[in-house]
């Protein structure tokens, strides 16, 4: 029994080399076109011709692929035939194809290990097709339309990453927002993107993809920050090629106020002039000065845009009160100086409270016959702006006739009230005889009244109209009354 199991397994080893010996055996072709794949009409065929024979036995093709042990090139070559470059060369004789398919009797065959055995290098198409990161040779003799493996083993079709680094805007301003875009690397699994401050300390590693390429960031102090690419290909490798930008973050502008006043006493109807012109920007120019006017409650009440030096606003307040003024630089980069003490000053604006007086007119004096023409000097005073005064004045009076008529002086101390322009006010003063050695004429009190318009008001400087009638007291009335018309600046 021994010798006959002994023989079976010898049988079998025999059969198994020979059939190996066999399939390992090269067919010989000296001729093609007598097992066409598909049938080929004219006599150059051409790669249109070709692509719409293979789409038109797509079903054909994939059943050979699949023959052949190949299946998972049928859908590659399939889509990339169409746009691939389909190259017209000839296939050297002796050159083995590790598989042919073609056609016999209609049915599709696949012939292994053919040698192309003729007596001229075979004319054929070659088209390249990826598979999996491999680049496959597929043979196409002109003459049949068959299709056949190259022999060459496939080429590794990873290819080197290229990086792009675009970076936008390239000039920012604190807090502004910065798009790192590494969209345009080519052939990249993955990219890497480090940023570093001008010291070169790195401050940030973002990780990016094809899929999802950009990124967002940005900076709260000025200066320049440098960004770093690399992208990775398929396998893993690093780019070589330069991949680098920077970004600079521009430094805002420095605001400097100077005031006219401060504290602004007796400013009312006074310009008040706010100077910015000492602002500096470190690396740029002023292009702008905004000022802002708040009232004692934070509301704005007025405000001034200037584009252009000196950058100087006057104001003249027409109110007393306390304002606060806000100025902002901005440079030619758009930032705007912060808010800072300096540039943000709270003042008190108060009104004139105390003028000198001049005046003079025309008067009728009781007693006389002659008209008088008087002239006064003094003091006003608000008790309350624009409510209630006080005015003290003295002066005298000139008869426009001779003896026995003199020099008459008068002097008051009024309280008036105002009503907008209008004002009428009374007191008390004294005033001297018209005539001399008279026992009717006599120096004494009076109880003047004054009643008048305000003509102009300059805030600093005031003109008044008036008339005014002095009552005596304990005197004969009609020898001392006295009455005029005149006009009194106040300044």
């Given at each position: ?268 109807g006074r310009p008040i002039t706010f100077d910015a012109s000492g602002s500096s920007d470190p690396d740029g120019k002023i292009v702008k000065v905004v000022f802002e006017l708040l009232d004692a409650q934070g509301n704005v009440i007025d405000t001034c845009v200037t584009t ?172 001392n009354y006295k009455a005029g018309l005149g006009f009194r600046f106040l300044f």
């Amino acid at each position: 029994m021994n010798w006959r199991k002994s023989l079976v397994c010898f049988v079998v080893l025999a059969l198994a080399v020979t059939t190996a010996v066999s399939f390992a055996q090269t067919t010989k072709l000296k001729r093609i076109g007598l097992y066409t794949f598909g049938t080929i009409k004219g006599q150059d065929p051409t790669p249109a011709t070709m692509k719409g024979l293979f789409d038109a036995h797509a079903a054909d093709v994939k059943t050979g692929f699949d023959l052949a042990g190949n299946p998972e090139l049928y859908q590659p070559f399939m889509e990339q035939m169409k746009t691939a470059e389909w190259k017209d060369t000839t296939l050297p004789v002796g050159e083995v194809l590790p598989w042919m398919l073609f056609k016999s009797h209609d049915q599709v065959k696949v012939a292994r290990n053919i040698e192309w055995a003729g007596k001229e290098p075979l004319p054929v198409f070659i088209v390249n097709i990826e598979k999996d990161w491999k680049i496959y040779e597929i043979v196409i003799p002109k003459g049949c339309g068959n299709i056949a493996l190259s022999g060459k083993p496939p080429v590794d079709a990873i290819k080197p990453a290229v990086c792009a680094l675009v970076l936008v805007p390239e000039r920012a301003n604190a807090n502004d927002p910065i798009t790192v875009d590494m969209s345009g690397s080519l052939n990249a699994k993955s990219m890497t993107v480090e940023v570093y401050d001008s010291q070169g300390q790195k401050l940030a590693t973002q990780e990016l993809t094809p899929a999802s390429p950009k990124w967002q960031t940005k900076f709260d102090k000025p200066g320049e920050y440098s960004f770093k690419g690399v992208a990775y290909n398929m396998a893993g490798e690093p780019t070589s090629n330069p991949c680098a930008g920077k970004v600079s973050i521009n430094f805002p502008p420095i605001c400097k106020l100077w005031t006219s006043c401060m504290p602004c006493e007796d400013y009312v109807g006074r310009p008040i002039t706010f100077d910015a012109s000492g602002s500096s920007d470190p690396d740029g120019k002023i292009v702008k000065v905004v000022f802002e006017l708040l009232d004692a409650q934070g509301n704005v009440i007025d405000t001034c845009v200037t584009t252009r030096a000196p950058w100087v606003w006057e104001k003249v307040f027409t109110k007393a009160g306390t304002y606060t003024i806000n100025t902002t630089v901005f440079d030619n980069d758009g930032a705007q100086s912060p808010a800072s003490d300096p540039c943000r000053l709270t003042f008190e604006v108060t009104q004139k409270k105390l003028f000198w007086t001049v005046g003079g007119g025309l008067g009728l004096y009781g007693g006389s016959t002659a008209l008088y023409g008087f002239l006064r000097a003094g003091l006003f005073a608000w008790i309350t702006p624009d409510k209630w005064s006080f005015t003290l004045s003295a002066g005298g009076g000139i008869p426009f006739k001779g003896d026995p008529w003199k020099l008459v002086f008068t002097g008051d101390a009024l309280i008036s009230g105002h009503f907008q322009s209008f004002f009428i006010g009374t007191g008390i003063g004294v005033s001297s005889a018209t005539m001399p050695k008279d026992d009717l004429h006599k120096f004494g009190v009076d109880i003047p009244f004054q009643l008048g318009f305000q003509v102009f008001d300059k805030w600093t400087s005031k003109g008044q109209v008036f008339a005014e009638f002095r009552a005596p007291l304990g005197r004969d009335f009609d020898s001392n009354y006295k009455a005029g018309l005149g006009f009194r600046f106040l300044f």
